[in-house]
């Protein structure tokens, strides 16, 4: 198989700066400091693509990367959920995200990187219920499994198949486990 080549090729602000990409795209989202920029660039297999935050919440813009081969894009959403910013802050970044997600006819599916020690949280649930509202189909990813025993990931994997129609993928940024398996996955959602 060929090498998988990411590209980042938009990095959007605004509502007012989005513009149709008429390709087929995958969201990611998460909570900040979730792992999830540690997670694209795993993907990728390339360090330095997504800025890795040693202070959470930095990632304030919607990112495009275009994935070869296939012609898809992944997009990564902001960090949400960071309580030590402002409240406009927060409600600029919702609003973005709002935007996003409405009436693309081009998404696909939206992924919520979450993080495997901690139980669903209201604001990933609130995410994948809206998704779920648009007529998206969502997938889950348990990051950070290196720091789950294997017991604790069989218990999270039954947690979030209760509330998903899908069972989650474990992964590790650390590790790289569940690379494979979440390309599989991102390749499916893309091309049912
Ligand atoms: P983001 O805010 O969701 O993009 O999170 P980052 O990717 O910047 O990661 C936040 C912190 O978690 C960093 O210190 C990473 O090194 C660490 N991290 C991310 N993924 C993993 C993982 O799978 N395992 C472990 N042990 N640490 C991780």
């Known amino acids: 198989t060929s090498p998988v080549v990411m590209t980042l090729t938009d990095t959007i602000y605004l509502p007012s700066q989005l513009k149709p990409v008429p390709a087929p795209q995958v969201a990611l989202a998460g909570r900040s400091n979730v792992g ?29 990367y275009h994935i070869r081969p296939g012609d ?10 960071y309580a030590r910013c402002a409240k406009t802050e927060r409600e600029k970044w919702a609003k973005l995200i709002d935007v996003y997600l409405t009436d693309n006819p081009w998404l696909r599916a ?13 604001l990933d649930l609130d995410l994948l219920a809206y998704a779920s509202g648009q007529g998206l189909p969502t997938m889950v990813v348990l990051t950070k499994a290196d720091k789950c025993s294997q017991r604790e990931r069989e218990a999270k994997k039954r947690v979030w198949a209760d509330i998903l129609a899908a069972p ?7 590790t790289g486990l569940g690379r494979t398996a979440l390309w599989a996955e991102i390749a499916r959602l893309v091309n049912p």
């Open 36 to 64: 999830k920029s540690t997670l694209v660039n795993m993907l990728g297999s390339r360090k330095g693509l997504a800025k890795i935050s040693a202070t959470p919440g930095k990632t304030r813009s919607l990112n495009f």
């Open 72 to 81: 898809f894009y992944l997009v990564d959403l902001p960090g949400y959920g």
């Open 168 to 174: 989650p993928l474990v992964f590790s940024g650390k």
């Open 110 to 122: 939206v992924m919520a990187v979450v993080d495997c020690r901690l139980p669903p949280q209201a």
